[in-house]
């Protein structure tokens, strides 16, 4: 069996449906081909957020991702000038 793979954004789009029409969870899922377990983890991550709002989590996650980059890039230039004065 082939996992389908889903964007955030139309992981939300799948939560608003389950809220939006008369379908329950179980039909929704069965529309999409996600087990129900997914479905509420999905419903867990992204319950309260709008499309927009999602895109813009995705950016400060890579945002925070480059900065925690930086950050050991940082530590470790540190390091090394540690060693380095106390080796003098």
């Keep these: 069996m082939k996992k389908k ?3 955030d954004e139309k992981k939300v789009e799948v939560l ?5 029409s008369g ?6 899922c069965r529309t999409h081909g996600i087990s129900e ?3 509420y983890l999905w419903r867990k991550k992204f319950g309260s957020l709008k499309e927009n709002e999602v895109k813009r ?6 945002e925070n991702l480059r900065l925690k980059r930086l950050l050991a890039e940082r530590d ?3 390091d090394v000038v540690r060693e ?3 080796k003098k």
């Design 23 to 28: 379908k329950s969870i179980q039909e929704v």
């Design 16 to 20: 608003r449906e389950a809220e939006q």
């Design 37 to 39: 377990p997914t479905f």
């Design 57 to 62: 989590l995705r950016e400060l996650e890579k």
């Design 84 to 86: 380095f004065l106390q």
């Design 76 to 78: 470790v230039e540190l």
């Design 5 to 7: 793979v889903f964007s």
